[in-house]
């Protein structure tokens, strides 16, 4: 891990936990509206796990994030994973034409994406 990764992480882990407490729950009262258990919610907390595409959007609706405070957080989670947020990998794989735009730009970005 560089340096960047661990900022990442950092911001992921903040973001997650400001998000509960926002929410004025403790780690046992969130886990148990997720139907996860308080350890593998505390494990994502401290940055030993990633959030799952569904982990994160089961947060979103616990937390009851509105669509700023969702974006942050799939873009903190892609950010460690070194992804695209899941939210914006949804909308792309439902939408044809976007994905042929999105792959027509990378295309004309670097002619050798995608082996070409």
Known sequence: MDVNDYINLGEMTKTIISFRESNNL????????MGISAPYLSDIEK?????????????????????L????????I??????????VEDFLLSN???????LGMM????????GR
């Not at 403790?26 to 509206?33: H, Q």
């Not at 892609?78 to 939210?87: M, Q």
């Open 26 to 33: 403790n780690v046992k009262d969130a886990a148990d509206k």
């Open 107 to 114: 295309y004309e970005y670097n002619p050798t994406f995608g």
């Open 78 to 87: 892609a950010a460690v994973k070194g992804t695209i947020p899941y939210d």
């Open 96 to 102: 044809e034409s976007a994905m042929q735009n999105v």
């Open 47 to 67: 940055g030993n796990r990633i959030p799952s595409k569904r982990m994160a959007y089961l947060m979103a609706s616990v937390y009851n994030l509105d669509a």
């Open 69 to 76: 405070q969702r974006r942050t957080l799939f873009d903190v």
